[in-house]
Protein backbone atom coordinates (compact mmCIF):
# COMPACT_ATOMS: atom_id res chain seq x y z
CA UNK A 1 0.00 0.00 0.00
CA UNK A 2 1.23 3.47 -0.97
CA UNK A 3 -0.56 5.07 2.05
CA UNK A 4 -1.11 9.03 1.46
CA UNK A 5 0.98 10.37 -1.46
CA UNK A 6 1.79 13.86 -2.11
CA UNK A 7 2.72 15.83 -5.17
CA UNK A 8 5.02 17.57 -5.76
CA UNK A 9 7.55 17.39 -2.79
CA UNK A 10 8.71 20.84 -3.71
CA UNK A 11 7.55 23.85 -5.25
CA UNK A 12 8.68 27.66 -5.92
CA UNK A 13 5.60 29.98 -6.95
CA UNK A 14 6.01 33.41 -8.06
CA UNK A 15 3.06 35.74 -6.14
CA UNK A 16 0.22 35.86 -7.06
CA UNK A 17 0.58 32.07 -9.36
CA UNK A 18 -1.81 29.50 -8.55
CA UNK A 19 -1.50 26.10 -8.08
CA UNK A 20 -3.07 22.61 -6.97
CA UNK A 21 -1.32 20.50 -4.49
CA UNK A 22 -2.23 17.08 -5.22
CA UNK A 23 -3.28 14.03 -2.29
CA UNK A 24 -4.07 10.39 -2.65
CA UNK A 25 -4.67 7.85 -0.32
CA UNK A 26 -5.50 3.98 -1.15
CA UNK A 27 -6.67 2.93 2.15
CA UNK A 28 -10.48 4.09 1.56
CA UNK A 29 -10.77 6.52 3.93
CA UNK A 30 -13.29 8.44 4.45
CA UNK A 31 -11.92 11.57 6.45
CA UNK A 32 -9.13 13.63 4.64
CA UNK A 33 -7.71 17.11 6.15
CA UNK A 34 -5.09 19.47 5.03
CA UNK A 35 -2.28 21.04 7.00
CA UNK A 36 0.33 23.33 7.31
CA UNK A 37 3.39 23.23 9.53
CA UNK A 38 5.73 26.36 10.22
CA UNK A 39 8.46 27.25 12.37
CA UNK A 40 7.49 28.16 16.22
CA UNK A 41 3.22 27.53 14.88
CA UNK A 42 3.22 23.60 14.92
CA UNK A 43 0.47 22.12 12.64
CA UNK A 44 -2.73 23.94 11.86
CA UNK A 45 -5.72 22.60 10.07
CA UNK A 46 -6.41 24.58 6.79
CA UNK A 47 -9.64 22.07 5.41
CA UNK A 48 -10.76 18.85 5.91
CA UNK A 49 -13.20 16.28 4.53
CA UNK A 50 -15.46 13.85 6.23
CA UNK A 51 -16.43 11.89 3.02
CA UNK A 52 -16.73 12.58 -1.00
CA UNK A 53 -18.63 15.72 -1.88
CA UNK A 54 -18.61 17.00 2.03
CA UNK A 55 -15.53 19.42 2.81
CA UNK A 56 -15.49 22.10 5.59
CA UNK A 57 -13.25 25.25 7.26
CA UNK A 58 -10.46 24.46 9.12
CA UNK A 59 -8.21 26.88 11.62
CA UNK A 60 -6.68 28.70 8.52
CA UNK A 61 -8.70 28.25 5.53
CA UNK A 62 -7.61 31.62 3.82
CA UNK A 63 -6.64 31.79 0.58
CA UNK A 64 -6.70 27.77 -0.15
CA UNK A 65 -9.77 26.04 -1.36
CA UNK A 66 -10.23 22.35 -1.78
CA UNK A 67 -13.04 19.92 -3.41
CA UNK A 68 -13.49 16.33 -2.65
CA UNK A 69 -15.01 14.33 -5.88
CA UNK A 70 -13.75 10.97 -4.92
CA UNK A 71 -12.65 9.43 -2.15
CA UNK A 72 -8.95 8.95 -2.98
CA UNK A 73 -8.18 12.34 -3.90
CA UNK A 74 -8.50 15.72 -1.83
CA UNK A 75 -6.59 18.43 -3.80
CA UNK A 76 -5.66 21.68 -2.11
CA UNK A 77 -5.97 25.11 -4.69
CA UNK A 78 -3.82 27.63 -3.93
CA UNK A 79 -5.64 30.75 -5.80
CA UNK A 80 -3.32 33.67 -5.67
CA UNK A 81 0.18 32.63 -4.12
CA UNK A 82 1.28 35.20 -0.94
CA UNK A 83 4.68 34.71 0.97
CA UNK A 84 2.54 34.18 4.08
CA UNK A 85 2.17 31.00 2.26
CA UNK A 86 5.37 29.60 2.21
CA UNK A 87 5.09 26.37 4.51
CA UNK A 88 5.45 22.45 4.35
CA UNK A 89 2.10 21.21 3.79
CA UNK A 90 1.02 17.97 4.94
CA UNK A 91 -2.33 16.12 3.89
CA UNK A 92 -3.73 13.19 5.85
CA UNK A 93 -6.21 10.52 5.92
CA UNK A 94 -7.85 8.36 8.86
CA UNK A 95 -11.04 6.97 10.02
CA UNK A 96 -12.39 7.95 13.20
CA UNK A 97 -11.28 6.54 16.13
CA UNK A 98 -7.83 5.62 14.31
CA UNK A 99 -4.64 7.39 13.94
CA UNK A 100 -4.14 9.66 11.05
CA UNK A 101 -1.62 8.72 8.17
CA UNK A 102 0.51 11.46 6.99
CA UNK A 103 1.94 11.58 3.64
CA UNK A 104 5.42 13.12 3.50
CA UNK A 105 4.71 16.82 2.52
CA UNK A 106 5.51 19.43 -0.12
CA UNK A 107 7.40 22.22 1.00
CA UNK A 108 6.18 25.39 -0.82
CA UNK A 109 8.29 29.00 -1.25
CA UNK A 110 6.58 31.96 -2.41
CA UNK A 111 8.11 34.30 -3.54
CA UNK B 1 -9.99 29.70 23.54
CA UNK B 2 -8.65 26.14 22.99
CA UNK B 3 -5.51 25.27 23.57
CA UNK B 4 -2.72 22.63 23.63
CA UNK B 5 0.27 22.94 25.12
CA UNK B 6 3.50 20.64 25.13
CA UNK B 7 6.88 21.67 26.60
CA UNK B 8 8.47 23.89 23.56
CA UNK B 9 11.68 22.88 25.01
CA UNK B 10 13.87 20.07 24.14
CA UNK B 11 14.24 17.04 26.75
CA UNK B 12 17.06 15.86 27.00
CA UNK B 13 17.89 12.35 28.52
CA UNK B 14 20.65 9.69 28.59
CA UNK B 15 19.78 5.73 27.11
CA UNK B 16 18.03 3.49 29.08
CA UNK B 17 15.80 6.00 31.43
CA UNK B 18 12.32 6.36 30.87
CA UNK B 19 11.27 9.91 29.11
CA UNK B 20 8.06 11.45 29.84
CA UNK B 21 6.40 14.17 27.55
CA UNK B 22 3.67 16.22 29.39
CA UNK B 23 0.76 17.45 26.97
CA UNK B 24 -1.83 19.78 28.93
CA UNK B 25 -5.26 21.35 27.27
CA UNK B 26 -7.64 23.59 28.08
CA UNK B 27 -10.92 24.60 26.70
CA UNK B 28 -11.92 21.08 25.33
CA UNK B 29 -13.22 18.28 25.44
CA UNK B 30 -11.25 15.49 22.96
CA UNK B 31 -13.32 12.33 22.39
CA UNK B 32 -9.25 10.94 21.58
CA UNK B 33 -6.05 11.66 22.79
CA UNK B 34 -3.68 10.82 20.08
CA UNK B 35 0.38 10.73 20.02
CA UNK B 36 2.61 11.40 16.82
CA UNK B 37 6.38 11.19 15.92
CA UNK B 38 7.97 13.26 13.96
CA UNK B 39 11.32 13.45 12.47
CA UNK B 40 13.34 16.19 10.96
CA UNK B 41 11.64 16.38 7.14
CA UNK B 42 8.90 13.96 7.19
CA UNK B 43 5.77 13.73 7.69
CA UNK B 44 4.32 13.12 11.52
CA UNK B 45 3.74 8.74 12.26
CA UNK B 46 1.01 7.80 14.67
CA UNK B 47 1.91 6.18 17.55
CA UNK B 48 -0.81 5.38 20.06
CA UNK B 49 -4.36 6.87 20.66
CA UNK B 50 -6.25 7.22 23.79
CA UNK B 51 -10.07 7.31 24.51
CA UNK B 52 -11.92 9.87 26.88
CA UNK B 53 -12.83 6.76 29.03
CA UNK B 54 -9.47 5.14 29.12
CA UNK B 55 -6.69 5.87 31.42
CA UNK B 56 -3.78 4.46 30.42
CA UNK B 57 -2.79 2.57 26.76
CA UNK B 58 0.66 0.58 26.22
CA UNK B 59 2.33 -0.11 22.98
CA UNK B 60 5.61 -2.21 23.65
CA UNK B 61 7.77 0.79 25.18
CA UNK B 62 5.49 3.26 25.20
CA UNK B 63 2.97 4.40 27.98
CA UNK B 64 0.14 6.80 27.10
CA UNK B 65 -1.37 8.23 30.41
CA UNK B 66 -5.13 10.50 30.10
CA UNK B 67 -6.51 12.29 32.58
CA UNK B 68 -9.23 13.97 31.64
CA UNK B 69 -9.60 15.85 34.99
CA UNK B 70 -6.28 17.55 35.03
CA UNK B 71 -6.92 17.66 30.93
CA UNK B 72 -3.39 16.35 30.48
CA UNK B 73 -1.26 13.59 28.60
CA UNK B 74 1.07 11.93 29.69
CA UNK B 75 3.57 10.13 27.12
CA UNK B 76 6.80 7.50 28.39
CA UNK B 77 9.02 5.84 26.28
CA UNK B 78 10.77 3.50 28.59
CA UNK B 79 14.38 2.05 28.15
CA UNK B 80 15.24 4.85 25.87
CA UNK B 81 17.43 4.46 22.71
CA UNK B 82 19.05 7.34 20.48
CA UNK B 83 16.88 6.43 17.48
CA UNK B 84 13.82 7.59 19.87
CA UNK B 85 15.50 11.38 19.06
CA UNK B 86 12.36 13.29 17.75
CA UNK B 87 9.93 15.45 18.48
CA UNK B 88 6.86 14.05 19.65
CA UNK B 89 3.74 16.10 19.28
CA UNK B 90 -0.18 15.64 20.99
CA UNK B 91 -3.38 15.84 19.46
CA UNK B 92 -6.57 16.01 20.62
CA UNK B 93 -9.69 14.78 18.34
CA UNK B 94 -13.44 15.92 19.03
CA UNK B 95 -16.32 14.28 19.84
CA UNK B 96 -17.49 15.26 15.93
CA UNK B 97 -14.53 13.50 15.01
CA UNK B 98 -13.91 16.19 12.30
CA UNK B 99 -10.63 18.21 13.94
CA UNK B 100 -7.54 17.18 15.32
CA UNK B 101 -5.82 19.87 16.65
CA UNK B 102 -2.12 19.56 17.48
CA UNK B 103 0.08 21.05 20.05
CA UNK B 104 3.28 23.06 19.43
CA UNK B 105 5.42 19.17 19.78
CA UNK B 106 8.62 18.24 22.50
CA UNK B 107 11.77 17.59 20.81
CA UNK B 108 13.31 14.60 22.44
CA UNK B 109 17.20 14.08 22.51
CA UNK B 110 18.32 10.87 23.94
CA UNK B 111 22.01 10.78 24.19
CA UNK B 112 24.17 7.42 24.21
Known amino acids: NAGVTQTPKFQVLKTGQSMTLQCAQDMNHEYMSWYRQDPGMGLRLIHY???????DQGEVPNGYNVSRSTTEDFPLRLLSAAPSQTSVYFC??????????FGSGTRLTVV | SQKIEQNSEALNIQEGKTATLTCNYTNYSPAYLQWYRQDPGRGPVFLLLIRENEKEKRKERLKVTFDTTLKQSLFHITASQPADSATYLC???????????FGGGTRLMVKP
Open chain 1, 92 to 101: ASSEQGFGYT
Open chain 1, 49 to 55: SVGAGIT
Open chain 2, 91 to 101: ALEDNAGNMLT
